[in-house]
């Protein structure tokens, strides 16, 4: 039986798509089936792995049409890893969820037999805390919230917690949160040491020991369609994902 994760932050630009591409392409490249399902309207992560955003049935398609999300699932270039592309309808689609009962569960019934299918599902996020991103809480076993090594890295993260607990009482009591990873990290500058050290202190049993850098590489990666393991190999971007795909499988 496989697991499902939500990769979440209400904050944009934390490496969110980045963690769910890289973090999927890291897992497969240890011989499991990975699913990423991109769930945001900007389809980063569908065109990070060298799809248009014009694919077509969709994620939209499984959250409002009611198809299940394996059925959507197409392979990517690197072995064992798919993908389930997103679509700009998926704009629309938080307001069009909000007027269904119980939208809360439509993704975890499109789940249907994914995790008889991959070994890890991984849902990215938008950024926010809206109807996409509860869906996605919901049909979720664990959360893994990318972290940026910047100054405003613990604003939000109180808000994101209480909500994961109301998600938790309300909606979903099986949700855990799989850990916190620190992304963007420029080890050379005093405040990623000490936001880190923040974060560490704050949350002790939190934080994977696994920090991503601000990588160049990383940060390519997506206009070529291809994870950096798969880009840059030898980068130092490469062997963190590694790292904490290790990191993630070993808390599984």
């Known amino acids: 039986m496989g697991y499902v994760y939500a990769i979440a932050n209400q904050k944009g630009g934390v490496g969110k798509t980045t963690t769910a591409v890289n973090l999927g ?29 014009a ?23 690197e072995s064992r890893l798919w993908l389930a592309p ?6 629309g689609a938080s307001v069009e969820l909000a007027r269904i009962a119980g939208f809360e569960h439509r993704l975890e019934t499109a789940l249907g037999d994914t995790r008889e299918r991959f070994l890890f599902t991984l849902l990215d996020c938008p950024p926010s805390l809206g109807p996409l991103t509860v869906s996605a809480l919901v049909a979720a076993d664990r959360v893994l919230v990318p972290v940026q090594a910047e ?9 994101l917690l209480e909500t994961l607990e109301l998600i938790r009482r309300e909606l979903n009591p099986r949700l855990e949160i799989a850990g916190m990873v620190i992304t963007m990290h420029d080890g050379r500058t005093r405040l990623a040491r000490d936001v880190e050290k923040e974060l560490r202190s704050h949350f002790p049993d939190l934080v994977f020991d696994t920090v991503v850098p601000r990588s160049i590489r ?33 808390r599984a």
Do not use: M, W
């Open 151 to 159: 100054y405003f890295a613990l604003e939000g993260l109180a808000g």
């Open 218 to 250: 990383i940060s390519e990666a997506p206009s070529f369609g291809r994870p950096v393991i798969a880009h840059a190999p030898a980068s130092a971007g490469s062997a963190a994902y590694l790292k904490l795909a290790r990191e993630v499988a070993a």
């Open 55 to 77: 694919e077509s049935p969709s994620t939209y398609d499984c959250l409002v049409g009611g198809i299940d999300l394996a059925a959507i699932a197409r392979p990517t270039a």
């Open 86 to 91: 997103a679509s700009p309808d998926l704009a």
């Open 25 to 53: 392409a890291s897992i497969a490249a240890a011989g499991h089936e990975v699913l990423v399902a991109d769930l945001d309207a900007q389809c980063n992560a569908t065109v990070a792995l060298g799809f248009s955003r």
